[in-house]
């Protein structure tokens, strides 16, 4: 999703720089099923290139004037025969607390994208990885960052949870989840920029009223099944811009999963004596803005009865890319906490304002 902004954002405010960074760290165990390989340390090194600072959009100075750029990360949890090693080629945004931060800088960063990860679960040859089962994984990482600054060199330190998942795509997917330091030395191609604080001119219009709908589909699976299920989901919405960069909202959903007559089969001894894959629910709903791109997420429940389904409440994250009234959706859906559902790619509309 962060390319949107790199291919989008062609006028940026962002300071070049180059970096490479020491990873040390652990496996976190978040499920029975993570013990046997969260024994060893995870380690591994990791490269960032930030783009040239050029003239920026009117959406940045409310973020402080991001630096973004792409990133390249090798990780080790040595254990050869089970996890193997991970490789990543993310995005990231980084974003300071700071308004000026000529010498000292306090931030986070965050980054999404693909990894390849060498070994994954196999039944009868690797049956202790019940983490990861496709070698391509999506991957998440968010760090809280410092840094000293003496140009045109940096040195920095960082603290944060790296995630990859397929989504459920494939299954046993229980996800891998690592707690990371960084130790990080760089160059910077040019002087820290100083920060124009945001102000009330410029904010432009705020929509007060927005109603948009989309519909969304995916695959998922369920463990010890050898089928895919299609996964078909409808969304009406309403949000409320709060400021030039947020808006809040409320939603409700309505989900058709056939997965979920198989999981309640194969996990609560289910009979079959009515049908489990129709669900809805309401949800609240945050999104923050980067001009025609926006990150979403949302956290609701659904109604009926959930005996024989693994939970109540649900929570979905991504992105949405706005083509006027057209709106472009790729998210996650997940149940708490780390357990994916769904990837969820759509199409949505939005729906033109009355005027007063």
């Not at 100075?61 to 991970?86: A, C, E, M, Q, R």
């Not at 109603?211 to 369920?222: D, E, I, M, Q, R």
């Not at 089969?265 to 004596?273: C, T, V």
Request: proline share 3%; with cysteine.
């Amino acid at each position: 999703m962060l390319l949107c902004i790199l291919c989008s954002s062609y006028q940026t405010f962002s300071q070049e720089s180059i970096d490479i960074s020491y990873i040390s760290g652990s496996v976190l165990v978040h499920a029975k099923k993570i013990e046997p390989i969260s024994e060893n340390p995870v380690d591994g090194f990791s490269i960032s290139y930030s783009f040239k600072n050029k003239a920026g959009e009117h959406w940045r100075k409310f973020y402080n004037y991001p630096n973004y750029g792409i990133n390249y990360t090798l990780k080790s949890f040595n254990n050869p025969d089970v996890i193997g090693n991970s490789h990543a080629l993310t995005t990231f945004l980084q974003i300071s607390f700071l308004k000026r931060h000529k010498v000292f800088d306090i931030g986070f960063k965050s980054a999404a994208g693909l990894a390849y990860l060498t070994e994954k679960y196999d039944v009868s040859s690797n049956p202790d990885n019940q983490a990861i089962s496709t070698h391509i994984n999506i991957t998440g990482e968010l760090e809280f960052y410092t840094r000293l600054h003496f140009h045109p060199v940096y040195f920095g330190y960082s603290y944060g949870l790296n995630h990859f998942s397929n989504g459920l795509i494939k299954s046993p997917n229980l996800g891998l989840n690592t707690l990371n330091h960084h130790i990080t030395l760089g160059w910077e191609f040019e002087k820290q920029v100083e920060k124009i604080p945001s102000n009330e001119e410029g904010r432009g219009k705020l929509i007060k009223n927005e109603f948009w709908a989309y519909a969304s589909t995916g695959l998922n699976t369920v463990r010890d099944y050898d089928q895919r299920f299609v996964f078909i989901a409808t969304s009406l919405n309403y949000s409320k811009q709060i400021n030039p960069i947020n808006k809040i909202g409320i939603g409700i959903d309505f989900i058709k999963d056939e997965a979920l007559n198989q999981y309640a089969i194969n996990n609560y001894n289910y009979d079959e004596d009515s049908d489990l894959s129709f669900r809805f629910g309401p949800n609240l709903q945050g999104e923050f803005l980067f001009g025609n791109l926006s990150f979403l997420g949302a956290y609701g429940f659904f109604f009926g009865d959930t005996t024989n389904y693994i939970s109540r409440a649900y929570y979905k994250a991504g992105a949405k890319y706005y083509a006027k009234n057209i709106i472009g959706i790729a998210m996650i859906r997940a149940v708490p906490l780390f357990k994916a559902q769904v990837v969820e790619f759509g199409l949505g509309y939005r729906f033109p304002r009355i005027k007063n």
